[in-house]
């Protein structure tokens, strides 16, 4: 991408790489901003652009389709993205009408469509003076009608709820590192940069920013004083509870959150290993303990099995299983989820699961416990997915699981966007009887 491209542009050309291309949102914006010169305001702005239009694109696709008489070739599809980016403006940015139209529409020529000007401008000044219908419930329209199905059946009572939390903007929530500051003495320092905070109510290190900001903007980010977290994903400290000198395993720790999380609780002494299967993410893990000042050793391995990476002889007093899923109960985070997830990604992720419990459960040491946990919101990743390995094993336990906000289930707890105020996850603590 050429760095003169402006704001609109840039944000339909990622758009289209996502959606159409099926590219990771964060990787996309990641290497368009590595390798384009933008302000910061800049970038926040086609950050904006480029999670609205995912988040949004059911209502923007089906507004499109009302405005153009046939639909984009498919080697101009840039174009329909100009086009999304200048709706999403006008349906839900305060960005001034005629900046919505002649910006988005200048767009065409930087991207190489000249001849879609015309479109474009015709286009969003007939949007302007309509009012359109949508041909159901705006947040059904905004998910793909399986995942939409799925949260129906699962979550009937609260199905509106996380629909509608899924397109909305998350709060941006930091986990105060508890070796450096206490978080009243974090957020002390926030108020004096005059960055707006409160504590979260649920995450005994957590704080939640009134706005987003820049990790930059905090206070010591850098060195290690705080990380960006949710407060679902805080909260698997403390059900872990891992004690000073404990021998630790976290299956899928990249990219380090609650690997991090977990060395901070005990003041770095545990002996913690750290796995991940894919490489790059373990880059990112190392990272992270790099900036924290933290200790683990970091391993590059397929966690179920057990020959690609020395378990400790003893086995584990704790071990954290944070398994590969669907992610659907974090799509307010990673709205790009919507595009790439596929209905048949279900069973296969619940194989992977399934065969991390069972392979895991053998390194536990008895007496031992184990945290079970996915950002997920379906039955057959979380407490089914648990009703199976209880009835596959033998001398397993369920501790009651301490939460502080969640729907209590026969095995485990479940949070839910939009009901308990965090991202959805689930949790259970399985324990290894003695003998």
């Not at 006008?90 to 002649?102: E, F, I």
């Not at 509106?160 to 003495?185: E, F, G, K, Y």
């Not at 005994?204 to 060195?223: A, C, E, Y």
Request: with cysteine; hydrophobic share 40%.
């Amino acid at each position: 991408m050429a760095s003169r491209l402006n704001t609109r542009a840039a944000a339909a050309q990622i758009a289209w790489q996502i959606i159409d291309k099926g590219q990771s949102l964060d990787a996309c914006l990641s290497a368009f901003f590595e390798q384009n010169d933008f302000s910061p305001q800049d970038r926040g702005f086609v950050q904006e652009l480029v999670y609205g239009v995912c988040r949004w694109h059911g209502e923007l696709d089906w507004v499109a389709s009302q405005l153009l008489q046939s639909p984009i070739r498919k080697k101009d599809r840039v174009v329909h993205f100009v086009l999304l980016v200048g709706l999403y403006q006008q349906r839900h940015l305060d960005t001034a009408a005629h900046a919505a139209v002649s910006e988005t529409v200048s767009a065409c020529q930087q991207l190489g469509k000249q001849w879609a000007k015309k479109l474009i401008n015709g286009c969003l000044r007939s949007a302007q003076r309509t009012e359109y219908t949508l041909p159901q419930d705006v947040d059904s329209l905004c998910h793909p009608a399986w995942i939409r199905d799925a949260i129906i059946q699962a979550w009937p009572q609260h199905a509106t709820a996380i629909l509608s939390a899924n397109n909305a903007r998350p709060p941006m929530c930091l986990r105060v590192n508890s070796m450096r500051s206490t978080r009243t003495d974090y957020l002390a320092r926030l108020t004096e940069q005059k960055i707006a905070a409160t504590p979260d109510p649920f995450a005994r290190d957590g704080i939640i920013l009134t706005q987003p900001t820049p990790v930059t903007n905090l206070p010591d980010f850098s060195s290690g004083a705080c990380s960006v977290q949710d407060t679902a994903a805080q909260i698997a400290a403390d059900l872990l509870a891992p004690q000073p000198g404990m021998t630790v395993l976290d299956a899928c720790a990249a990219p380090g959150g609650k690997t991090a999380h977990l060395l901070e609780r005990c003041d770095n002494d545990l002996q913690l290993d750290a796995l991940d299967i894919s490489a790059s993410r373990c880059l990112q893990l190392q990272a992270t303990l790099d900036r924290l000042q933290l200790t683990a050793k970091v391993t590059t391995a397929d966690a179920s099995d057990a020959t690609q990476w020395p378990p400790s002889a003893s086995g584990y007093d704790r071990i954290l299983i944070d398994a590969p899923c669907s992610g659907l109960g974090v799509i307010r985070r990673h709205p790009d989820i919507k595009h790439h997830r596929r209905p048949q990604d279900i069973d296969q992720l619940t194989q992977i699961q399934a065969a991390l419990l069972d392979a895991l459960w053998l390194q536990l040491k008895p007496g031992g416990r184990l945290l079970y946990m996915t950002c997920s919101v379906l039955p057959a990743e979380n407490h089914l997915q648990i009703d199976q390995f209880v009835r596959r094993q033998k001398g397993v336990m369920l501790p009651a699981v301490p939460h502080p906000n969640a729907l209590q289930l026969e095995h485990g707890v479940q949070t839910l966007p939009g009901v308990h105020a965090m991202d959805g996850f689930y949790y259970c603590l399985l324990e290894k009887t003695l003998g």
